[in-house]
T-cell receptor
């Protein structure tokens, strides 16, 4: 157990629907990062939060949004889902944006859009 | 923009043998970090080894070592005495200083390592 908790582990939904993925960072970590891993692709950075504030945005679609709550857990909201959104979504956490330490990854949420 | 390239989609190695996975990157930054992550079938991303760009000495973690060539922007991973449990997807990752001091990772597309008994 890495200490980063992602729920649910699997999610199957229909096109056009909206889902929420949840991430609880490792205890003490203030930064949360979201990544998308599509089939045969590396991980694409989506967005980062630090202590409740958005810090960096990557290739995140307008249909996607995220937030980090006062208790530091984060949610990634995916709406108007398309077949191409099917992927593994990872959350990672770290102590601070300027940390020298590596990420700690969660085990991911497998999203299947049918 | 920074890029990370892993040109070997798949590699095979005989158990107990040595294998090297290649990674090249492109950046104009001088301050950065490089990582190798392992993703077994469980999907968990596991840190294998990391290298600070300012360090000339190659990082080593037990059977895993890197060959870091800063001028050539090359960062290969050597796995010695390969074991069946090493079979996984391996990702090379770059972490530099992003906008506003944020650090985001840039990942390569991965190399799938098969270990043959």
């Amino acid at each position: 157990d890495s200490g980063v908790t992602q729920t649910p582990k699997h999610l199957i939904t229909a096109t056009g629907q909206r889902v929420t993925l949840r991430c609880s960072p490792r205890s003490g970590d203030l930064s949360v990062y979201w990544y998308q891993q599509s089939l045969d692709q590396g991980l694409q950075f989506l967005i980062q939060y630090y202590n409740g504030e958005e810090r960096a945005k990557g290739n995140i679609l307008e249909r996607f949004s995220a937030q980090q709550f006062p208790d530091l857990h984060s949610e990634l909201n995916l709406s108007s889902l398309e077949l191409g959104d099917s992927a593994l979504y990872f959350c990672a956490s770290s102590v601070a944006p300027q940390t020298l330490w590596s990420y700690t990854f969660g085990s991911g949420t497998r999203l299947t859009v049918v | 923009a920074q890029t990370v390239t892993q040109s070997q989609p798949e590699m095979s190695v005989q158990e107990a043998e040595t294998v090297t996975l290649s990674c090249t990157y492109d950046t104009s930054e001088s301050d950065y970090y490089l990582f190798w992550y392992k993703q077994p079938p469980s999907r968990q991303m596991i840190l294998v080894i990391r290298q600070e760009a300012y360090k000339q000495q190659n990082a080593t973690e037990n059977r895993f070592s890197v060959n870091f060539q800063k001028a050539a922007k090359s960062f290969s991973l050597k796995i010695s005495d390969s074991q069946l449990g090493d079979a996984a997807m391996y990702f090379c990752a770059y972490r530099g200083r992003g906008v506003s001091g944020t650090y985001k990772y840039i990942f390569g597309t991965g190399t799938r390592l098969k270990v043959l008994a």
